[in-house]
């Protein structure tokens, strides 16, 4: 295998996503049933991963926070690659005072340190799952307006694009065939590296009290949760961390693999 | 180079303004009028409500209140918090320095750390080291920070179950006490963004070391220690600078959540509680004067840059 970086990282997100749909299926617990007398069971074989201080199974818990972890960030990626990305990609394509007002509204966006940010969204928006999504698409939006403008910005002046033009293609004509398909690999590479810096900042929202609100399953609530049983039973803290950790780790190999399989000029040196 | 410097100052500027107009509009967003929020109870008379407001200034344009705002705001004034009562800045005031010290820390540490291990994996020059410095510094990015501090956290209490880990003394009043309880927060923090600073260090330095003027000091017959540390080091350090920076936001986004896990009174737990009390004049001041530091905290890394690459001088 040519990049087993890659494969791993694809075969963790598949895994995992895979995991998440099936989650009602899989889980052989109710993510809140409480079975009080088996309270902070060390991982068994009925317990498989323990269980926290209201008896409830943690293997349940997580896949059931897998689903909200993804389901978030895949949201919030959407709404920054929707506005982001079509603010790059016009910006490039249109030129003049759009894209110099539009540009320099992104690098006040971009300002902002990320937690901070989502923090303020959140504060107007009140928190929960639809609050942190919003949040973090809002915080990521400069970036795909940063990524997608610079390459739009080349193949602006290519012959081709050229060509479309002088036969009479319309903007919308061009940017769908002739743009969108060349700025794919792009879209690909950053959506797989923000979908995992959007798992952490979800993840650190809802471990804040931010995120997705009780009684939807969260991780990264849930690892707040079991801090106060740590001493008694680690293992629900353990187990959550490591499934948010799976997750972000699985889009970063993967981002990271694509970036090097298909931009050759982007290869990282490092 | 004057010319880069105020170019660079200018561009930051239009930034700040617009960071401190957005941050102005983030209330005008939130659902429901300031003044109800204030008085809070539902059944207040209209003549009441007109009247906060008009002492608020809700009754002005948007224009005017934002240049009200600004201008108080730039004299140190953001209100006071809904609360206590207390001026936001003094709330602010006495919470920052611990959100700072942990930065500052865990910047240092990271330094301190990544740049000989950059330097280290740059000499050993095989794949192989090319491969770990990599995945260790994708694990080091995708690790989250609150994870590792709980896992900590668990791991010193169990092996030192009389030490206290969590909560704050002042280093004023004790340093000691507070390096002491600094320690883990501090490793929690800085620790994953080692090893992607050490890449950028070893990247720079791979190519430097490609360089006609290393050749020439080995030429010379320079200890190979001497031709890294004297001549391969400062010019692989120009990266770095912009990394490092790029870094400390990170970091101090980073420690808001890691306070939460230490039991730290910095900023970051006074915003969380502040949105449970919506309170929004303390979030409004927390934001503004963060970013404001984070965008102060660019422009000197732009300097350093302009300072040690008289390439960036013509830009």
Not at chain 1, 147 to 163: I, S
Not at chain 1, 251 to 258: A, C, E, T
Not at chain 2, 208 to 235: M, Y
């Amino acid at each position: 295998m040519k990049s087993p970086l890659l494969w791993l990282g694809a075969a963790l997100v598949a895994v995992q996503a895979l995991a998440a749909l099936s989650a009602p299926w899989l889980a052989p617990f109710d993510p809140n049933a409480q079975d009080i007398l088996a309270r902070l069971a060390r991982p068994g074989l009925r317990h498989l991963l323990g269980t926290d201080n209201f008896g409830r199974d943690t293997l349940s818990r997580a896949l059931f926070g897998y689903r909200t972890l993804f389901a978030v960030s895949a949201a919030s990626v959407a709404i920054a690659l929707t506005i982001g990305g079509g603010i790059g990609v016009w910006a490039a394509w249109r030129g003049g005072w759009f894209d110099r007002v539009a540009m320099r509204a992104m690098d006040v966006l971009f300002a902002f340190p990320v937690i901070l940010l989502a923090i303020g969204v959140i504060a107007v928006l009140g928190p929960g799952a639809v609050g942190t999504a919003i949040a973090i698409g809002v915080v990521y939006t400069p970036i795909f307006a940063r990524t997608l403008r610079a390459p739009t910005l080349l193949l602006k002046n290519t012959d081709y694009v050229a060509a479309a033009r002088a036969i009479g293609a319309t903007d919308r004509r061009i940017i769908r065939l002739h743009l969108l398909p060349n700025l794919a690999p792009v879209i690909l590479v950053q959506t797989s590296l923000l979908l995992s810096t959007a798992i952490l900042v979800e993840a650190s929202l809802s471990f804040l009290g931010l995120g997705t609100q009780p009684p939807t399953a969260s991780l990264g609530r849930m690892l707040s949760e079991s801090r106060s049983f740590l001493t008694f039973s680690p293992w629900p803290a353990v187990f959550s961390g490591a499934a948010i950790l799976l997750a972000a780790l699985g889009f970063n190999l993967l981002g990271d693999g694509l970036q090097d399989r298909l931009d050759p000029r982007l290869r990282s040196r490092g | 180079m004057l010319r880069a410097i105020l170019a660079r100052a200018a561009e930051l500027g239009v930034v700040a303004l617009g960071v401190s107009i957005l941050t102005f509009l983030m209330i005008h967003l939130v659902p429901g009028d300031a003044a109800q929020l204030i008085l809070g109870a539902e059944d207040v008379s209209p003549e009441m409500l007109a009247e906060t407001r008009r002492q608020l200034g809700l009754d002005q344009p948007l224009v005017v209140q934002y240049a009200l705002w600004i201008g108080r705001a730039l004299r140190g004034d953001f209100g006071v918090s809904v609360s206590t009562g207390q001026p936001v800045i003094g709330e602010i005031a006495g919470r920052v320095g611990v959100t700072a010290e942990l930065t500052v820390l865990a910047l240092a540490v990271a330094i301190l750390l990544a740049v000989p291990a950059g330097c280290l994996m740059a000499t050993l020059r095989s794949s192989v080291s090319d491969y770990v410095v990599r995945v260790l510094s994708i694990i080091g990015i995708t690790i989250p920070s609150f994870w590792l501090g709980t896992l900590l956290l668990y791991g010193a209490s169990a092996a030192m179950p009389g030490m206290r880990l969590v909560g704050y003394v002042a280093f004023a009043e004790a340093p000691l006490a507070n390096l002491q309880r600094m320690i883990l927060p501090t490793i929690a923090l800085a620790l994953p963004v080692v090893a992607s600073l050490a890449r950028v260090v070893r990247a720079a330095m791979l190519e430097t070391l490609g360089q006609e003027f290393i050749r020439v000091a080995r030429a010379k017959g320079l200890g190979e220690p001497r031709v890294i540390f004297r001549h391969a080091l400062r010019n692989a350090l120009i990266p770095f600078i912009t990394s490092a920076g790029i870094a400390a936001g990170y970091l101090f986004g980073g420690s808001v959540v890691v306070e939460q896990v230490f039991a730290l009174p910095g900023l970051g737990r006074l915003m969380v509680g502040a949105i449970a009390e919506r309170n929004y004049p303390l979030i409004q001041a927390s934001i503004l004067l963060a970013t404001f530091t984070f965008v102060a905290v660019n422009f000197v890394v732009d300097l350093l840059y302009i300072a040690a690459d008289p390439r960036a001088r013509d830009a």
